[in-house]
Nanobody
Framework: QVQLVESGGGLVQAGGSLRLSCAASGRTFSDYTMGWFRQAPGKERDFVAVISLGGGITSYVDSVKGRFTISRDNAKNSLYLQMNSLKPEDTAVYYC???????????????WGQGTQVTVSS
């Protein structure tokens, strides 16, 4: 099983940018579809973005399209989320996760990181 550790969260003003990273170890990183999810206080964990095994296919929730970019570097066992034009409503704990198939459903993700806090001030 792969192990995941996120980093890169922090406090940023609205309109700013952050780049989240997710370092993988253990089993072969390139065997997994990778996704980013987020959970705001008092809310359920929601899908943000997903990327296929080789990185050629991506999907995003509508609210982040055009602002966020998911990418991966299989040689470095790493997943990234570039977040631009951040809004206060993007404030949440962000999680990276691994799945055996391409999916936007959190139920199909078998391994999760511990999360990293992103706070966007207005």
């Amino acid at each position: 099983q792969v192990q995941l550790v996120e980093s890169g969260g922090g406090l940023v003003q609205a309109g700013g940018s952050l780049r989240l990273s997710c370092a993988a170890s253990g089993r072969t990183f390139s065997d997994y579809t990778m996704g980013w999810f987020r959970q705001a206080p008092g809310k359920e964990r929601d899908f943000v973005a997903v990327i296929s095994l080789g990185g050629g296919i991506t999907s995003y929730v509508d609210s982040v399209k055009g602002r966020f970019t998911i990418s991966r570097d299989n040689a470095k066992n790493s997943l990234y989320l570039q977040m631009n034009s951040l809004k206060p409503e993007d404030t949440a704990v962000y999680y990276c996760a691994a799945a055996p198939i391409y999916s936007t459903s959190s139920n199909l993700y078998t391994t999760w990181g511990q999360g990293t806090q992103v706070t966007v001030s207005s």
